[in-house]
Every structure is written in C-alpha cells, then in structure tokens.
C-alpha cells in the first residue's frame, strides 16, 4: 500500500524559516520523481519543487525559486523542502507526491506565515 506522510508545517513569521519532511512507502522511492505540493484556499493544487530520481535535477515554480531547496534521501525514502524567507503566500497545505504521475495523497503539512 502507498503511502506519503508529511510533516514539519507549523506557523512561522515572514522571513523565517521552516523545513519540511516526507516518509514515502509502498513503492520504489527510488525510481520515481518526487514533487512537494501546495494548495492555498480556494486555489488548485500546484507543483512547486522537483526533484529527480538520483537528486541531481531540480525544478522550482517561478514563486519559490531562490527561496526554497528540495532533496532526497533515497536510502530513507525521504523527500524534503527547505523554505527559506517564506512570505504570506507561501500559507497552504503542502503534499508530497511521485511527479508526474501521482499515487494516493496524504494528508499534508499546513504552513501558515503570519507577522
């Protein structure tokens, strides 16, 4: 059975910092691309890292670029995004997920930045 559990999202002040964390199971991790995800209130779910297979390659949204970093552990199957100088709206829940193709989602991590 696959599995994405995310976690790390909390509240956090514009300009800080948060790191978020991805323990996938039920497939080979290690085979796949990864993405994080985020869905804002009343906005679609959009792809804003990936990541491929061996880590070597990654692929930022025009809105996180410079700010955020994803990597991967393939020997924890593990995926991780870095967010760095987070703005308001950055605030949405974030999944993770295999890119392109997706498998069951998970729950996800809410991030809120607030003053």
């Known amino acids: 059975q696959v599995r994405v559990m995310e976690s790390g999202g909390g509240s956090v002040q514009p300009g800080g910092s948060l790191r978020l964390s991805c323990a996938a199971s039920?497939?080979?991790?290690?085979?796949?691309?990864m993405s994080w995800y985020r869905q804002a209130p009343g906005k679609e779910r959009e792809s804003v890292a990936i990541?491929?297979?061996?880590?070597?390659?990654?692929i930022y949204a025009d809105s996180v670029r410079g700010r955020f970093t994803i990597s991967r552990d393939n020997a924890k199957n593990t995926v991780y995004l870095e967010m760095n100088s987070v703005k308001p709206e950055d605030t949405a829940v974030y999944y993770c997920?295999?890119?392109?193709?997706?498998?069951?989602w998970g729950q996800g991590t809410q991030v809120t930045v607030s003053s």
């Open positions: 990541i491929f297979t061996t880590g070597g390659t990654t």
């Open positions: 039920g497939f080979s991790f290690s085979r796949y691309r």
């Open positions: 997920n295999a890119h392109p193709t997706v498998f069951d």
